[in-house]
């Protein structure tokens, strides 16, 4: 996994090579370079990619100033995060930077939706995004980078390899990136999973056979993978949901944000 983040990364620095180097030129010495990332600042994988990028920038002799801005994605909302970033371009504004990088869904997403004008004008490179959103980006022609999809179908087949047949929980939170998640989600699974489409009274998506939470009550051994997916922002949907009586759950975080390491918190 670290290799192929490195690789990404060594990568995007050649892209990013060509784009400072084309604008080079005698009277700008230093090239202004703004990072969004989109977690908190300690994250480990962040303090990796700073060495590659300052060493690599030393290795073609590119001189930049290069400023980071940390979204903390995990704990902002997604308007949060637009605002933060569109008040941070105000800010930088007389700073101009040559180029914007980006890493992961929520950084990207954040700025491509921000409405500040100097999106559409000055160039930006994308890395670590699962789900960019390729027809505005296709209209926009100072974007470019690297999509990274997830390999759902894999971590199901992981899954059953360590426990059995189990129920797969996924939770979401019903925003539209969700959506072409569960969508990409469901076609690369159907046929090792099932997905449910059975539902209790109290609109609570079950899999394949009505749980209890009841301790006196036989738990019941699933007899197939199934998904079983659980709406984040009803308490009463996560706890029913993550309380059914079945043998052999597994849950599946499909992004890292906020709810998905709380939930990952409280089904260890």
């Known amino acids: 996994m670290s290799n192929r983040i490195l690789s990404v990364q060594y990568i995007l620095i050649l892209v ?43 290795k073609r002799d590119i001189h930049a100033e290069v400023h980071t801005l940390y979204l903390d994605g995990t704990k902002k909302t997604e308007k949060k995060q637009k605002l933060t970033i569109y008040e941070e371009l105000n800010r930088l504004s007389s700073w101009n930077p040559d180029i914007i990088l980006t890493c992961d869904d929520p950084a990207l997403n954040a700025l491509l939706t921000c409405d500040h004008p100097s999106v559409k004008t000055t160039p930006i490179v994308f890395t670590g995004a699962n789900y960019p959103n390729m027809p505005f980006i296709q209209k926009q022609s100072n974007i470019t980078g690297f999509r990274d999809k997830p390999d759902y179908r894999t971590n199901i087949e992981l899954i059953e390899q360590l426990i059995g047949k189990c129920i797969v929980v996924r939770v979401t939170d019903d925003i539209y990136a969700d959506k072409i998640i569960l969508a990409d989600m469901d076609e690369q ?17 079950l899999s394949g056979k009505r749980g ?57």
Not at 237 to 263: H, Q
Request: net charge positive.
């Open 16 to 58: 990013l090579f060509f784009i400072l180097n084309s604008s080079c030129n005698q009277t700008t010495p230093h090239k202004h370079i703004l990072i969004i990332q989109s977690y908190e600042a300690g994250l480990p994988a962040y303090k990796n990619m700073k060495n590659i990028f300052a060493e690599q920038l030393r």
């Open 212 to 268: 209890t939470s009841i301790s006196k009550n036989k738990k019941i051994i699933p007899d197939a993978m199934y998904i079983s997916t659980i709406n984040g922002k009803s308490t009463r949907s996560l706890i029913k949901g993550l309380g059914e009586n079945y043998y052999n759950k597994a849950y599946l975080a499909i992004k890292r944000d906020y709810l998905t390491l709380s939930m990952g918190r409280f089904s260890s």
């Open 189 to 205: 699974i159907k046929d090792i999973c099932k997905t449910n489409n059975i539902f209790s009274p109290d609109k609570i998506r």
